[in-house]
């Protein structure tokens, strides 16, 4: 679970409330695709907190929770192996 603030100070602080609480917790910079300014990338807090838990902090110092950990995994599409007939036969 990780939660996305733009201000360090904010992240600094969300991690020692974490590990006050019991938590494991670490700040790192967070790289956005196609962002060339390394000031303009916000922190991200990546804990194993609870969601709730890391929900009311992010609340609190207006940050945002990022759940991508959550997202669920497909098998792979079966594609055909053969290709299709796509012509009519030709009838009398």
Do not use: C, N, Q
């Not at 700040?27 to 922190?43: I, S, V």
């Not at 110092?61 to 991508?68: I, K, Q, S, T, V």
């Not at 497909?74 to 594609?79: G, K, Y």
């Amino acid at each position: 679970m990780r939660g996305i603030f733009f201000d360090e100070e904010h992240a600094r602080t969300v991690v020692t409330r974490l590990v006050a609480a019991g938590y494991s917790a670490r700040a790192e910079r967070e790289r956005l695709a196609g962002e060339d300014d390394d000031e303009d990338h916000p922190w991200a807090v990546v804990s194993d907190a609870p969601e709730l838990v890391l929900d009311v902090l992010v609340d609190e110092y207006d940050g945002w929770l990022d759940a991508d950990d959550h997202v669920p995994v497909h098998p792979p599409l079966e594609l055909p192996t053969e290709s299709r007939k796509i012509k009519r036969p030709s009838g009398g």
